[in-house]
Nanobody, 122 residues
Framework: QAQLVESGGGLVQAGGSLRLSCAAS????????MGWFRQAPGKEREFVAA????????DYADSVKGRFTISRDYAENTMYLQMNSLQPEDTAVYYC???????????????WGQGTQVTVSS
């Protein structure tokens, strides 16, 4: 059974860094685009970043551009999100997803992980 598992979340002070991982199992996601979304309490799940199946193309939300970097390791079947200069407004549960095409719409993602909490204190 295909599964995505996020890890790497935690509590960090403003200005700090975290690296999230999304480990895939049960099938290869090499030909899937993958992305990160986040959901803060009382808010809709929003797009953060996505990377194409080839790893050549990436897209970022304006709010994280220049601070976050998405990458993937095909040998490990794992995707990463390096988050630098974290701010309190980055506090949310972060979810990884896999879909057929690079995109910002969460409806385009077929597989989802359970999420990992990121909390940034001021």
């Amino acid at each position: 059974q295909a599964q995505l598992v996020e890890s790497g979340g935690g509590l960090v002070q403003a200005g700090g860094s975290l690296r999230l991982s999304c480990a895939a199992s049960g099938r290869s996601f090499s030909y899937y685009a993958m992305g990160w979304f986040r959901q803060a309490p009382g808010k809709e799940r929003e797009f953060v970043a996505a990377i194409s199946w080839s790893g050549v193309n990436a897209d970022y939300a304006d709010s994280v551009k220049g601070r976050f970097t998405i990458s993937r390791d095909y040998a490990e079947n794992t995707m990463y999100l390096q988050m630098n200069s974290l701010q309190p407004e980055d506090t949310a549960v972060y979810y990884c997803g896999a879909g057929r095409a690079l995109g910002r719409n969460r409806l385009g993602y077929e597989y989802w992980g359970q999420g990992t909490q990121v909390t940034v204190s001021s």
